[in-house]
């Protein structure tokens, strides 16, 4: 195996026809390039769909209330479903809630809100939550902290601000954490700064928010009975529709809308779009190893054809050796270790070419800000693997020449001009 006269036999057969081995090596060079970059890529997408996703709970159901459509128990479509106080236990006492969150927002769903600070004035979004909402959506704190169960308790009038809305309100010189900031004419100490782990347009919404305890915004602002939606994550081994449709009964019932009435109140199930993603990506990187995968068979395929030419214009050769002595194993062993050299060095080019490529796109995809797509990489064992399944190509297409090869009787050869 490791005679250095037949390796350097072998380099010098491959390098007896340059133009043919390297076209040759290209095919088997671009299909493990292609592989490489389709798997590269497909990491991409799921990086960066799981940075989309970053901080919220992938077990997280979201409801809030909209119209009813099917008259019930006497009453008329057309109702407006509005959540109250009265929900909030209700659904605490599903067994498959973990946490709960009520919110309201001040302004409507996705309006901003004038908010003023030393007479600067911004627009942003401003919710009233409960110290559960940390655990439906995680933050860094780059001071301070979030809300907590005094502050419900003892209405307190403070807030925790998004990163945007501290570097559009105040100087790069001051310190936020103990100063008020105005909201609708009412202030608030601000108590925490958040960061959000989130990209995109929901990391955008973030940084844009302001966060005052649920108590507080009801009492200030006279929100008597009502809660604009929940958020609630489950209990772990629950089923995430199971939940869902516990939730909606409980609601429906509360608010005596027809249980099969399902556009009276609206929901976002986390767990099936997680669901569907994971799914997603199971495929994407299954087809990425089967259309790379067949673009390398047919660089291997053509190695196994032009290892054929080579043992047809090597007949004489072939012959001359098997009347000095030379066994068929020894014929194929030579035959299909010149086909695995072949490949493999292409392979080697193929995996360096394809971790420049990525590594090139990586440092593009990085200088463009909330760029969608996650740093294209291939990890090293998926490299060892595609290498390993190329050497093994590499042999499988040494083994018709070779047993050609083998064949091959000295009489006959030695009589082939």
Not at 99 to 118: D, I, K
Not at 198 to 211: E, I, P, V, Y
Not at 285 to 294: D, E, P, Q
Not at 383 to 409: D, E, N, R
Request: aromatic share 10%; charged share 20%.
């Amino acid at each position: 195996m490791f005679d250095l006269d037949k390796w350097k036999e072998i380099i010098a057969v491959l390098r007896s026809n340059r133009l043919r081995t390297f076209l040759t090596a290209f095919g088997v060079f671009w299909g493990i390039l292609m592989l490489m970059a389709m798997l590269g890529f497909g990491s991409a997408i799921e990086s960066g769909s799981k940075r989309q996703m970053k901080g919220m709970a992938t077990n997280l159901l979201f409801c809030w209330g909209q119209t009813s459509t099917v008259p019930y128990d006497g009453l008329p479509t057309g109702r407006q479903v509005k959540f109250d106080n009265a929900d909030i236990e209700i659904l605490r006492k599903l067994p498959g809630v973990e946490w709960l969150a009520p919110r309201l927002q001040l302004g409507g769903f996705n309006n901003g809100f004038n908010v003023t600070y030393e007479g600067k004035t911004g627009s942003f979004n401003v919710y009233a939550d409960y110290p559960e909402f940390k655990h439906i959506v995680a933050f860094e704190y780059e001071e301070g902290r979030f809300i907590n169960d005094l502050d419900i308790a003892e209405q307190r009038k403070v807030t925790v601000i998004g990163k945007a809305v501290r570097d559009e309100l105040y100087p790069p010189d001051v310190d936020p954490i103990g100063t008020y900031i105005k909201i609708s004419g009412v202030y608030f100490e601000v108590v925490g700064v958040t960061r959000t782990l989130r990209s995109g347009q929901q990391g955008d919404r973030d940084a844009h928010t302001l966060f005052v305890p649920f108590t507080t915004l009801k009492n200030a602002f006279h929100i008597d009975n009502r809660v604009h939606f929940f958020a609630m994550t489950a209990k772990p081994g629950t089923d995430g529709p199971a939940l869902e449709d516990q939730v909606r009964a409980a609601l429906a019932a509360h608010h005596r809308v027809d249980p099969t009435d399902h556009l009276a109140i609206g929901s976002f199930n986390m767990f099936v779009v997680f669901g569907k993603f994971e799914t997603f990506f199971t495929v994407l990187a299954a087809m990425s190893w089967i259309v790379g995968g067949m673009t390398l068979v047919a660089g291997v395929i053509g190695v196994s054809n032009i290892m054929l030419i080579t043992v047809k214009e090597r007949t004489k050769e072939l012959g001359v050796r098997k009347a000095l002595g030379a066994t068929p194993f020894s014929i194929i062993s030579m035959v299909m270790k010149e086909a695995i050299v072949l490949t493999a060095i292409a392979g080697v080019f193929g995996i360096t070419a394809g971790t420049g490529l990525l590594a090139l796109c990586d440092a593009i995809f990085s200088q463009i800000p909330d760029f969608p797509l996650g740093p294209p990489e291939v990890g090293l064992g998926t490299a060892l693997q595609a290498l390993v399944v190329l050497v093994t190509a590499g042999a499988f297409a040494g083994i018709m020449p070779a047993s050609h090869a083998a064949s091959i009787k000295p009489i006959e050869a030695l009589r082939t001009e």
